[in-house]
C-alpha cells in the first residue's frame, strides 16, 4: 500500500530538513533514474529541464586540466561528461542510492566518477582543492542555509574559480505546482520564505524545499566572496514538449523555470 503524503508549508529545522531529504532521495532515485535517465545521459551534462547543455552553454569556461567539484551531483551524469572533456572530477551527493546509480553508470561507460557521500553544508574537502564548482539543481534547492553552502564552496575553490548552479526559477514559487494552464495562477508571495512541506500520514516529514529570493541568492553569493557575472535564465526551446514535473511548454513559455546563477571567486 503506498503512503499518502500531504503536502503544507511550516517552518523546519536544518537537522529535519536533512534527514527527510535524504531518505526522500534514497527512496525515491531508482524511480528518478528510470524515469530521467535518458534525457539526463549517462554522460551528459545537462543544466535544466529546458534542455540547455554545458557542451552548447559553456558556462564554465575550459574545464581540461582543471579540477571541477560538483554539488549533488546525483548518478554522475555531469561530472561523467566534465571528465570526458579531460577533467578531474569529484562529485558529492547526500543520497547513498543515487550514489549507487553513479557507481553502476560508471561501470556502463567506463568512466568512472569519485563520489562522496556528504551534505552540501560540510564539504569534505581542503581549502583550494579545486579550479571550479557546478551544481545542476543539486542539493541547493533543498537547504535553508545557503549563506554556508557559499562559503565552504568558496572554501574549496581557489581564488578566481568559477562557481555556476542552477535552481528553480525563484519566480517559480508564487505558482502552483502545475505544469497545465492552472500552474499559471499566482498562489503565494513571492516573499514568503516558508519551506515546503511534505508529511506522511503520520505527521512525519519525508521532503523539504526551500524558498530563496533572486535576492538572497546574490547576497549569499556576494557576501562569500563570488561576483555575480551572469544570470542566465534558459527560454523553453520551440519543439521542446517533455514535461517534468511541473516543468512544461505550457508554463514554459510564458514563467521562466530555472535560474542559472554564474560567478567567479573573488
Given at each position: ?109 567506463g568512466i568512472g566518477v569519485p563520489v562522496v557521500c556528504a551534505t552540501a553544508i560540510r564539504i569534505p574537502f581542503a581549502d583550494a582543492t579545486f579550479d571550479a564548482a557546478c551544481s545542476a539543481f543539486g542539493a ?127
Amino acid at each position: 500500500m503506498s503512503e499518502s503524503v500531504r503536502g503544507t508549508h511550516r517552518p523546519v529545522s536544518a537537522a529535519e530538513t536533512q534527514r527527510a531529504n535524504r531518505a526522500d532521495w534514497d527512496k525515491i532515485a531508482d524511480e528518478y533514474q528510470a524515469t530521467h535517465g535518458d534525457f539526463l545521459g549517462d554522460a551528459s551534462f545537462l543544466w535544466c529541464p529546458e534542455g540547455l547543455t554545458e557542451a552548447t552553454a559553456r558556462l564554465l569556461g575550459e574545464v581540461a586540466g582543471r579540477r571541477v567539484l560538483e554539488v549533488g551531483c546525483g548518478a554522475g551524469q555531469c561530472s561523467r561528461w566534465l571528465r570526458s572533456q579531460g577533467a578531474t572530477v569529484a562529485g558529492l551527493d547526500l543520497s547513498f542510492r543515487q550514489l549507487q546509480h553513479s557507481r553502476r553508470l560508471d561501470e556502463e561507460t567506463g568512466i568512472g566518477v569519485p563520489v562522496v557521500c556528504a551534505t552540501a553544508i560540510r564539504i569534505p574537502f581542503a581549502d583550494a582543492t579545486f579550479d571550479a564548482a557546478c551544481s545542476a539543481f543539486g542539493a541547493l534547492p533543498f537547504i535553508a542555509e545557503i549563506d554556508v553552502v557559499m562559503a565552504d564552496v568558496a572554501r574549496v575553490l581557489r581564488p578566481g574559480s568559477r562557481w555556476v548552479f542552477a535552481v528553480t526559477h525563484p519566480a517559480r514559487w508564487m505558482f502552483a505546482d502545475d505544469p497545465t494552464e492552472a500552474g499559471l495562477h499566482v498562489v503565494r508571495s513571492y516573499f514568503d520564505r516558508t519551506p515546503y512541506v511534505e508529511e506522511n500520514e503520520h505527521g512525519l516529514t519525508t521532503a523539504v524545499e526551500h524558498h530563496h529570493t533572486v535576492g538572497d541568492w546574490i547576497r549569499a553569493a556576494h557576501g562569500a566572496g563570488f561576483a555575480v557575472e551572469d544570470l542566465i535564465e534558459p527560454d523553453w526551446p520551440d519543439g521542446h514538449d517533455r514535461v517534468w514535473g511541473a516543468w512544461g511548454p505550457v508554463r514554459g513559455r510564458l514563467v521562466p523555470g530555472t535560474a542559472i546563477f554564474c560567478t567567479v571567486r573573488r
